[in-house]
């Protein structure tokens, strides 16, 4: 029999970096839960990951244990990461920050694919590309 669940909590976290202090000690803390034991079981499971942040969905359970599902990184920081910027445009219509070629974005699409509601490379590849553009990131067509 499954055990009864308690809540479920979305959070996001540097790989390998979690803390008891806010915002994981304010998330879970009010279901009981060990944070520490989650902080530790998170930063093993992420420490290879570099210093992105990890979207995690945990679930708390009615005796207050856990279990937790790791994400993807968020598609605006694959990009990033790919261009090698800093951040996003503060205007994305006037102030481009990159360009991101075909090959970028199909590399990005293909990392968020398990994440994404997509059934192929090609649907991925398009959502890849608004999220770009919101960025003021310049997609090569």
């Known amino acids: 029999m499954a055990k009864p669940i308690k809540a479920i909590v979305k ?4 790989a390998g970096k979690a803390n008891p202090a806010p915002p994981v000690g304010t998330a879970l803390g009010p279901h009981g839960v060990n944070i520490v034991e989650f902080c530790q079981k998170f930063n093993e499971a992420t420490r290879d990951k570099g210093d992105i942040a990890i979207p995690v969905i945990v679930t708390i359970y009615e005796d207050r244990t856990i279990s937790f599902v790791l994400k993807q990184p968020p598609v605006a ?7 090698k ?3 996003g445009s503060d205007n994305s219509k006037k102030n481009k920050v990159g360009k991101l070629s075909k090959d970028q974005l199909k590399e990005v699409a293909e990392a968020k694919m398990a994440d994404l509601n997509a059934h192929d490379i090609e649907a991925a590849m398009k959502i890849v590309a ?3 553009r ?4 310049e997609v090569e067509e």
Request: aromatic share 0%.
């Open 11 to 14: 959070l996001q976290c540097k």
């Open 77 to 83: 920081d694959l990009i990033i990461k790919s261009l």
């Open 85 to 87: 910027i800093e951040k």
């Open 130 to 132: 608004g999220t770009a």
């Open 134 to 137: 919101s960025m003021g990131v």
